[in-house]
């Protein structure tokens, strides 16, 4: 593996880094505990990596919280997002998911950026995240920026919509509207740790004091080709009371929600496992 | 009259260690951390992937892109024009000797490949990038055959012939049969007759790998000026390695010097020569320089050895008051292409099937049988984790359709003290009763069994047992293992044994009874143990025999250097005889005290004597005769486990919450290291049990990375509560037996049979992965609706 690294400190020399590279066939590198991995799966020649690791940029680095919501920086690495307790408070499904990253030492270095350009339909973060409706910020060589949300970003195993002349800066995540949380991630794997997840399913359910639910996020992971947004099975149960989602309505929502599952069968587990698996799962969440 | 002779001499050491036994002891029982611990934890130990000498190059292997064709032409002209490339060789420039243990296995393949790992051409260069390089030019056209995976198919008339030097058919009646055991004993229609249940089942066990973190390594070094070979290697019979490699170079294996850098796990794998290993040898030879191969974790997944997958058919009988009757079993073992160490997995094993409880009758069958699948090797426990999870599980069936307690039918059958088994295996001491009752207490089974747990979650537990060697095992000429003591002018010794130190923390025990023995202190002692120009000789690492073996040796070696010092001490202290004791540097008689490194700085200057002394110690075993029939080891190790599990049936996924085990170590020698072994092996244990595969589509490895080969994690252990059983046999040094491979043994038997105690139905098969589980518990559903 041979390649030259930048190393911009600021955003101006990241975007004039960028810009450099146009012409070359260049990579980002975060915590790199993806990206070595593809290089030595696929080595090329010629090529240059943007290392974002030294970048002081507030906005690529931090984590913070205003009126409207939460704002997580590029950076961000998954040990971060647990030691922020905002987020076990008010996202528990992101905090879960991040804290069921592969293990300690990676978890130091895996970036939420990282996780969500990679792209893998696997990602534990990014299926938190698309269950919080969390949307995209990203900006282009010439500073310019441009929102989108994170369930459209994703375009295929390993593809998003980022141009070439694009980076990922953060991801905001919307203020919770309701006072009560029903909100978690649960993975699935044979390992408890260093473990990819043969299935996930991220949820994050609001409800006002009444316990009716009046916004609802379910995004289910490893069973297709992206990370998917159930959007008829979170429509399903708004309205409805937390105490209701059983018998028919529970068969009715999980049904709604194995729609959107087109599962393979791979080394780890066959399409059956995962269909049942996940059917099961889904009937879990209302316990 | 050989063996009498031998056995006259063991008895006196018999004497010396009975002595010991009752002796108040200083170190041994008490916990010391190994001599390797500091270096190990702060990263300076020096493994073989660290060794880098002065131009040295680096070597690489191409191995097939199929797992079985003919090879119609090798090209490497591309390869060898590359700049920075030394050499390349293939079978046609090489003048070697086919390896294993049955000599059928060629280290470079020239005109068939038979399995993935199959190695057509080696290079060696300046950089491992340019050797890469240079393996991609090579051009190998190859003419592709369809290839034989199930050993049942290779067993068929129509299969073809699968390794071309197989004497299957001369020896066997089956050209694909590698390696055939039979074993029987008693009279098994009789038996049968008095049987009140009969149960039979198929067994099949996965194929495994030991997943060393160190990965295969070896750095080879040859002297165009004195035809001298040095070899880096990470074996574990670092003699019969020797030999191994002279015999495939055609050498002369004392110009061959074998260095043992630290290594990173063994468990069974450095068995065997791997063809990896003269192969770096041969590139040497042919640059004059030394040459290092180093495999990456995928190459390791592939070209390292794994354990035998097995299809065991096994019918066993009890009577009414649940006595077992009889046992009769044909086991069908994939061979692989090449006959390694892994064949005679089958001597283990039938030790179990006539021993592991009483056994009136047995009749045991075992064939290798060769296919185009990867060749197995030696793992941890050999064959015998694959033999307990048969009969124990079979066991509970027994016990269930008898309506007997599954504790007490094991009770009921368990080996005694006294007891020569059908086999003719002696326990001279026995911990198995004791072991299980340990188990069964502590674990609460009692209470536990049976519970019927209905919802999400369901706990189960289970119970299984195990007999394994504990004293070596006598299957080469020799078992034994020599010492040589050295005390210099400052008090320091140097032990030097022919024994090796893979991790088990043998060395540490050495040391200890060096403390224990002669009061020298821990920080005063040096164990030399790497070099075969300097150590005596040892058969190896293996059969759970060190300690026990090395240990003894150890201990005549005490005794001759305690005689020579007494000698010397008397002359000096002028007394005319004395009972010495030894403490803290000194040797003390009534009121008299002389320090060691004085008497022996007299002994050089005043009589023109060095403080050295050898031992050779050969166990009192016997060998077994043509129909396995004997006392194969010094003593043998029992243990019981039971382990409590955790049934998730909304995912099928088996935790496993807590292991009691209880296991006849003899004696305690050093807790920490023991405490160590036990889980360790149970980890391997869970892993064989519930999760590790190696997954092949048509003779091709599909998961070669920890990604896709679900070894398990720290964080994925349950509690250990370990319960040594001592009975103090007198063969082992201070009445210790051998430990190391039983802790794995009967893990996967005892988790199975907690599985079915919590969902109610049986697996037969290995992994009990948690798909398996689930299809299980579906079937089940589908039944109680029908
Ligand atoms: C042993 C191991 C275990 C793992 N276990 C898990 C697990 O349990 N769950 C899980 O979800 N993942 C797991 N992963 C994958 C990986 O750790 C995560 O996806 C991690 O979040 C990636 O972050 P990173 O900073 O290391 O990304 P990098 O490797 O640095 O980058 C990944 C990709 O994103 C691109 N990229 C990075 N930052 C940006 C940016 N700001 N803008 C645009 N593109 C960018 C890179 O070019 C690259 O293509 C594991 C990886 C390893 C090696």
């Given amino acids: 593996m041979d390649f030259d690294v930048i190393s911009p400190k600021t955003r101006t020399a990241l975007l004039e880094a960028m810009d450099a590279c146009q012409d070359k066939k260049y990579r980002f590198g975060a915590g790199y505990t993806d990206l070595i991995n593809d290089l030595n799966a696929n080595p090329q020649e010629d090529l240059t990596v943007i290392n974002l690791a030294q970048l002081q940029d507030e906005v690529f680095c931090n984590i913070t919280e205003d009126d409207s919501g939460l704002h997580i920086g590029a950076l961000v690495t998954a040990a971060q997002v647990l030691e922020t307790p905002y987020v076990q408070t008010h996202y528990p499904v992101l905090w879960e998911a991040a804290n069921s990253v592969a293990s300690m030492q990676i978890r130091q270095t895996a970036t939420l950026a990282g996780n969500i350009c990679q792209a893998s339909p696997s990602g534990d973060m990014s299926c938190a995240l698309v269950a919080l409706n969390a949307v995209c910020d990203i900006i282009n060589t010439r500073d310019e920026m441009r929102i989108e949300p994170l369930a459209d970003f994703f375009r295929g195993v390993k593809k998003t919509s980022l141009a070439k002349d694009e980076v990922l800066r953060s991801i905001f995540i919307p203020k919770n509207i309701q006072p009560k949380i029903k909100s978690g991630y649960v993975k699935i794997g044979t390992r408890v740790s260093m473990e990819i997840a043969i299935l996930s399913v991220a949820y994050h359910l609001q409800a006002d004091e009444k316990n009716i639910i009046a916004a609802a996020g379910i995004a289910i992971g490893a069973v297709a080709p992206t990370i998917k947004y159930t959007q008829t099975a979170c429509e399903f149960l708004i309205g409805r009371s937390l105490y209701e989602i059983k018998d028919v309505v529970l068969e009715n929502f999980s049904s709604q929600v194995l729609n959107y599952a087109t599962p393979i069968s791979d080394v780890r587990a066959s399409a059956w496992y995962r269909t049942t698996v996940l059917e099961n799962v889904t009937k879990t969440i209302f316990d | ?786």
Avoid at chain 2, 19 to 33: E, Q, Y
Avoid at chain 2, 656 to 674: A, C, E, K
Wanted: aromatic share 8%; hydrophobic share 40%; charged share 25%.
């Fill in chain 2, 1 to 786: 009259m050989f063996h009498v002779n031998i056995f006259s001499y063991i008895c006196r050491v018999f004497k010396l260690t009975r002595f010991r036994m009752n002796k108040n002891l200083k170190i041994i029982g008490k916990s010391t951390p190994k001599l390797d611990g500091k270096e190990r934890v702060t990263g300076s130990a020096v493994y073989g992937h660290d060794i880098d000498l002065p131009n040295m190059l680096h070597g690489m292997i191409l191995r097939t892109k199929y797992p079985c064709a003919n090879i119609i032409s090798i090209d490497t002209s591309a390869a060898k024009a590359l700049e920075g490339v030394a050499c390349v060789i293939t079978a046609a420039d090489v003048d070697v000797n086919m390896i294993g243990y049955k000599r059928d296995h060629p280290i470079l393949k020239s005109n068939t490949v038979n399995c993935n790992r199959d190695e057509i051409a080696a290079v060696a260069a300046t950089s491992k990038e340019i050797a890469r390089k240079a393996l991609s030019l090579i051009k190998v056209e190859y003419e592709v055959k369809q290839g034989v995976y199930d050993p049942f198919d290779a067993l068929l008339e129509a299969s073809p012939k699968l390794n071309e030097r197989g004497k299957g058919l001369e020896q066997f009646g089956n050209k694909n049969m590698a390696e055939s055991f039979h074993y029987e004993h008693g009279d098994l229609e009789a038996q049968k007759a008095r049987s009140k249940v009969i149960v039979t089942k198929r067994y099949e066990t996965s194929r495994v790998t030991h997943c060393c973190l160190g990965t295969s390594n070896i750095t080879a070094s040859y002297s165009k000026l004195d035809g001298s070979l040095t070899l880096w290697a990470s074996t574990q019979v670092p003699f019969l390695y020797q030999r191994d490699i002279a015999h495939a170079l055609k050498m002369d294996a004392s110009k061959i010097r074998v260095l043992q850098p630290i290594i990173g796990g063994g468990f069974g794998s450095k068995l065997d020569m791997h063809p990896f290993e003269p192969i770096c040898a041969l590139l040497s030879i042919q640059t004059g320089k030394p040459v290092q191969i180093l495999y990456d974790r995928e190459e390791e997944f592939l070209a390292s050895p794994t354990r035998q997958p097995m299809v065991i058919d096994l019918t066993t009988g009890a009577d009414a008051e649940g006595r077992f009757t009889f046992r009769e079993v044909k086991i069908v073992l994939d061979n692989g292409a090449y006959t390694s160490w892994g064949a005679t997995t089958p001597f283990v094993m039938m030790q179990t099937y006539s021993s592991l409880y009483q056994v009136p009758a047995c009749w045991f069958q075992a064939d290798a049988v060769y296919t185009n699948n990867p060749f197995a090797g030696s793992f941890r426990g050999y064959g015998n984790p694959q033999a307990t999870f048969s009969i124990e599980t079979n066991i509970d069936l027994m016990a269930k359709e008898l309506g007997i307690g599954k504790d007490e039918i094991r009770l009921i059958n368990a080996n005694y003290k006294g007891e020569i088994t059908g086999q003719g295996l002696h326990f001279k001491t026995c911990g198995a009763q004791p072991a299980l009752e340990k188990v069964i207490a502590e674990s609460a089974y009692k209470e536990k069994i049976n519970r019927g747990d209905t919802g999400r979650y369901r706990r189960g537990i289970g119970l299984a047992s195990m007999l394994h060697v504990g004293g070596g095992a006598k299957i080469y000429r020799s078992d034994g293992c020599g010492t040589r003591l050295k005390l210099d002018h400052y008090g320091y010794l140097t032990i030097i044994t022919g024994s090796n130190e893979i991790g088990q923390g043998s060395e540490t025990i050495l040391a200890m009874i060096a403390v224990e023995e002669l009061g020298i202190p821990m920080d005063k002692i040096k164990v030399i143990n790497t070099d075969t120009d300097v150590k005596p000789w040892d058969v190896g690492v293996h059969a759970s025999r060190t300690s026990f073996v090395a240990g003894n040796s150890m201990l005549g070696a005490v005794k001759l250097i305690k005689e020579k010092l007494s000698k010397e001490a008397m002359k000096l202290l002028n007394i005319d005889a004395a009972d010495f004791d030894y403490k803290d540097g000194s040797m003390y008689s009534s009121e008299k005290e002389i320090k060691i490194d004085k008497v022996v700085r007299e002994m050089h200057f005043g009589s023109n004597e060095l403080c050295v002394v050898e031992y050779f110690y050969e166990p009192p075993s016997s060998f077994q005769d043509r129909k396995f029939m004997g006392d194969v080891s010094g003593n043998y190790a029992f243990a019981s486990q039971a382990i409590e599990v955790e049934v998730d049936t909304v995912t099928g996924n088996v935790k496993v919450m807590d292991v009691w085990v209880s296991q006849d170590v003899g004696r305690v020698l050093n807790p920490v290291g023991l405490q160590g072994q036990m889980e360790g092996g149970i980890a391997t244990g869970i892993g064989f049990a519930l999760t590790e595969e190696m997954i092949y589509a048509e003779g091709k490895l599909i998961n070669p990375s920890f990604h896709g080969y679900k070894l398990l994690t720290s964080m994925d252990m349950p509690a250990v509560h370990f319960f040594p059983i001592e009975t103090y046999d007198e063969a082992g040094p201070y009445g210790s037996k051998g430990a190391g491979e039983a802790p794995l043994i009967p893990t996967a038997a005892a988790i199975a049979n907690a599985v079915a105690d919590a969902i109610g139905v049986e697996f037969f098969s290995l992994p009990i992965s948690a798909e398996k589980v689930l299809k299980a518990l579906a079937t089940v559903k589908e039944n109680q609706l029908v």
